[in-house]
């Protein structure tokens, strides 16, 4: 099984930024078991030469590709896989290790070995004894009692008197069990999973991976990430081929994608899909339960649950060369999300689309990352602006500020180094040396959190910025603006 087209992984910079120029955006998934099941015989250690793309938290992390001249400090980074970790320490089991080509969860045509042991002499049980003659009925209190007791055995020996029952069958003479459930609640997980799934597709990469994708249209255009449509390469490729949930192929026309949003829109043929529903991203609050559906690993229909951890997280992506490509406030979730989750839908618990699942931060080296409980997603709502623009036209815009941005100082703001004539920063009355303490609401510390939250917005939003001058306080409306080509 190839491993998956992994999400970047996020590292927070050094919060001292290089001179930044935010007129213009910068151009351009594995499980081990655990130890105390390895089996008595180890298969040797193999040659996998599967790649594991991941972000990190603290070191860089993977995404889409662009130069880094223009790259912020300051936020988590993002960069692809590597290669997979060399074979076992001597004395460790080698089937269940990352490394192993027997590892039943990377390679399909291995063997799961399981360790087994004989079941110990035990005596014959004693024969019950005879039943007591009836007596009185007890009363009331006491039957309260009985019955609780009576439903912990039931819910104690329920499953083991089902699987007797099944096995008997109907002319053994068992009792049989209650029918299945079929039809779930629609408010259930279940239920909700039941009814997107089929939106959801695994986007088969170029160099042997694969990330996630979903479809957004009934006329058969699905959304995720350039990162995935890259794969191993620089540039994206013309068409890629897509599995459904129920395990049909067929091949997607890359329309177009955008290194530096990393979203991406792909378009299968025909009317008839079942598209998803994107929620307003800009209703999330921190705490909200999500699903996180896609094909980490490369296992197909994977469905994960956590919350919002975390809006508005400044995070930025690395392309294949190691350059910034990517800069983005993602929501933050601790849903699990692995290499081959990029570009599947992060849901609210209505299955409604919230943000395409982009990145994680990790912790391990570089190859090795896997999920910690710290994943980062587009919020649809720019997702989708983006995805707009790249239908109708084959590009997307990117929204300015109209400053070059200065060094960071942690805790004291952002301050505009030069701004530019006839920009937004300009008309609204920003000058030379202004620091930026607040942008549209939120309080700003570094220059990624600033060039983060100005990319989330659309060309002509209108936002109120708070900065300081010689010491005082003001604020200022700016009309925000789409960067020249």
Do not use: C
């Not at 078991?33 to 603290?58: I, K, M």
């Not at 069990?177 to 959801?200: F, K, N």
């Not at 990469?205 to 449509?229: E, L, P, Q, R, W």
């Not at 570094?446 to 109120?464: F, H």
Request: net charge negative; no cysteine.
């Amino acid at each position: 099984m190839t491993s998956g087209t992994q999400p970047p992984q996020a590292e927070p910079g050094d919060p001292r930024n290089p001179e930044t120029d935010s007129r213009a955006p910068s151009a351009g998934d594995p499980n081990p078991g655990p130890a105390d099941q390895a089996p008595q015989r180890a298969p040797q250690a193999p040659d996998d030469s599967s790649t594991v793309p991941s972000r990190q938290d603290h070191p860089a992390a993977y995404a889409p590709q662009g130069p880094a001249d223009h790259a912020p400090q300051g936020a988590p980074q993002f960069t692809q896989p590597q290669a997979a970790p060399a074979a076992p320490p001597a004395g460790q089991s080698a089937w269940w290790h990352p490394a192993a080509a027997s590892d039943p969860w990377r390679d399909p045509a291995s063997h799961a070995v399981i360790q087994t042991q004989a079941v110990p002499y035990a005596p014959a049980p004693e024969p019950l004894p005879a039943r007591p003659a009836p007596q009185a009925r007890p009363g009331f209190g006491l039957v309260i009692v009985v019955s609780a007791v009576t439903a912990l055995i039931a819910g104690t020996l329920g499953a083991a008197i089902g699987i007797w029952a099944t096995r008997s069958g109907p002319g053994s003479g068992g009792v049989l069990g209650a029918e299945p459930q079929t039809e779930r609640d629609l408010e259930s997980v279940a239920g909700v999973v039941e009814q997107i799934m089929p939106s959801v597709v695994t986007v088969l990469t170029a160099d042997g991976g694969n990330g996630s994708g979903f479809i957004v249209s009934d006329d058969g255009y699905v959304m995720t990430n350039h990162h995935v449509v890259v794969g191993g390469g620089t540039e994206p490729a013309d068409d890629l081929q897509v599995l459904f949930s129920d395990g049909n192929v067929t091949t997607a026309e890359v329309i177009g994608s955008d290194p530096d949003s990393d979203v991406a829109v792909l378009r299968i043929e025909g009317d008839e899909h079942p598209a998803m529903v994107l929620a307003d991203s800009d209703q999330v609050a921190v705490g909200d339960p999500v699903l996180a559906v896609g094909a980490p690993l490369g296992l197909s229909s994977t469905v994960t649950e956590g919350i919002v951890s975390a809006i508005d997280r400044p995070v930025l992506t690395e392309n294949n060369n190691g350059e910034v490509e990517s800069v983005m406030a993602a929501i933050q979730t601790d849903a699990a999300i692995n290499p081959g989750n990029s570009g599947g839908p992060l849901t609210d618990i209505a299955g409604q689309v919230i943000g395409i699942n982009t990145a994680i931060a990790s912790t391990a080296a570089e190859g090795e990352a896997g999920n910690i409980g710290i994943g980062f997603a587009i919020p649809i709502n720019q997702a989708k602006r983006i995805a707009d623009e790249i239908i109708a036209t084959g590009s997307a815009t990117h929204t300015v500020l109209g400053a070059e941005l200065g060094e960071s100082e942690l805790g004291v703001g952002v301050t505009l180094s030069k701004v530019i004539a006839g920009s937004p920063a300009d008309e609204a009355g920003l000058k030379d040396g202004d620091v930026l303490t607040s942008f549209n609401g939120n309080m700003v510390a570094e220059n990624t959190e600033l060039i983060a939250l100005i990319r989330k917005l659309a060309p002509g939003t209108v936002v109120t910025v708070v900065y300081e001058r010689d010491g005082q306080e003001h604020s200022a409306q700016v009309t925000l603006e789409a960067a020249a080509d």
